[in-house]
């Protein structure tokens, strides 16, 4: 199913719009960001620091706490359930676990897991497991109990090539992981918290996906190469390829990187999703059809990164032809 049929020439009659309302300079990469739960703070990855930048009535203030540890660029950032941790994952091979022990002041507990460097980590709140995933084939579940100690607690090792995205659904009981062989591998977690391997899915694209998540009990998977998301559908326990419900993103752009999240915003009904330079914005119309509903984010080339807040009014996107925040206000979806 095509979700964009209309004109690509949006009118603002018919059209939800997005505003730029403010840039803020940043020259180190920046490929991981994440918001807390009171959409107060906004944590970055700047190079190998992490930078912690207030935000006041949804702009950020200019005026970062840098915290340093890392020794290599910092590639991923979660929260815990609690806003005083998160989680960190650098090319340096290390997660870290951050704990704020005064109001300036944090202190971190490092485990090395994926010694070429860490791609991707997940939190697994019901059962406090850091799920991770890095420059190798292996998926890490890690336990961290009393005084933040880690302790892998089970290795995934199925796959035989890297892994270039993992996701995990709405309930905490499936996950999905993608990897360079173009090989999509569904996990289910049992009675005693560990994860089992289900199925290999079946699909006809012959591509990579770069990019996946959960909404409800269907699998929304963009494609390395071209603008389109494919969408699975868990029937009978096994998740089965929908190419009627494709998704058709409207800029026809070849060059793709594993960065920037597929972002779904339950409570406001939209889906942010990037291929190449461009960054689109959906609104949902059902369980699994979606609108493009504007023209998309142009960021010049496929190398930026970004995230949305909790209440989904505000979009950050670092650009890395500018090197620098954009903050995007998306009230009006």
């Not at 049929?5 to 960001?33: A, G, M, P, R, V």
């Not at 058709?248 to 779904?264: A, G, M, R, V, W």
């Not at 995230?307 to 903050?327: A, C």
């Amino acid at each position: 199913m095509n979700i964009y049929d209309q004109s690509t020439q949006c009118s603002s009659s018919n059209f939800n719009k997005y505003e730029l309302k403010q840039t803020i300079q940043q020259k180190e990469i920046c490929f991981s960001l994440i918001f807390n739960s009171q959409n107060s703070m906004m944590i970055s990855g700047c190079g190998e620091n992490i930078k912690l930048w207030k935000i006041i009535n949804g702009l950020i203030q200019n005026d970062p706490h840098i915290l340093y540890g890392h020794t290599k660029l910092v590639t991923c950032l979660i929260y815990t359930n609690d806003d005083r941790c998160f989680i960190s994952g650098s090319d340096d091979g290390d997660i870290r676990l951050w704990k704020k022990v005064q109001p300036n002041q944090w202190q971190s507990t490092t485990l090395t897991v994926h010694h070429q460097g860490v791609i991707g980590v997940l939190f697994n709140k019901s059962d406090q497991q850091i799920i991770s995933f890095g420059k190798d084939p292996s998926i890490h579940i890690i336990k961290f109990g009393q005084q933040n100690i880690f302790q892998i607690k089970q290795t995934l090792n199925k796959h035989q090539s890297i892994l270039n995205c993992l996701c995990m659904n709405e309930s905490e009981s499936i996950l999905a992981s993608s990897d360079y062989q173009k090989i999509i591998m569904i996990w289910v977690k049992d009675n005693n918290a560990q994860w089992q391997f289900k199925q290999i899915v079946n699909q006809s694209t012959n591509d990579y996906f770069c990019r996946m998540v959960f909404i409800n009990n269907y699998l929304i998977c963009q494609q390395w190469s071209k603008p389109i998301s494919q969408v699975f559908i868990e029937v009978n326990g096994q998740f089965i390829q929908r190419p009627d419900l494709q998704i058709q993103l409207s800029e026809q752009n070849q060059d793709d990187e594993d960065l920037f999240p597929t972002i779904y915003n339950k409570k406001k009904g939209i889906l942010i999703q990037k291929h190449g330079q461009f960054v689109y914005i959906l609104k949902q119309l059902n369980n699994c059809q979606f609108r493009q509903v504007c023209p998309p984010i142009n960021c010049i080339d496929q190398y930026n990164y970004g995230n949305l807040n909790k209440d989904g009014n505000n979009l950050i996107i670092w650009n890395y032809k500018t090197m620098e925040f954009r903050n995007y206000d998306l009230s009006l979806f």
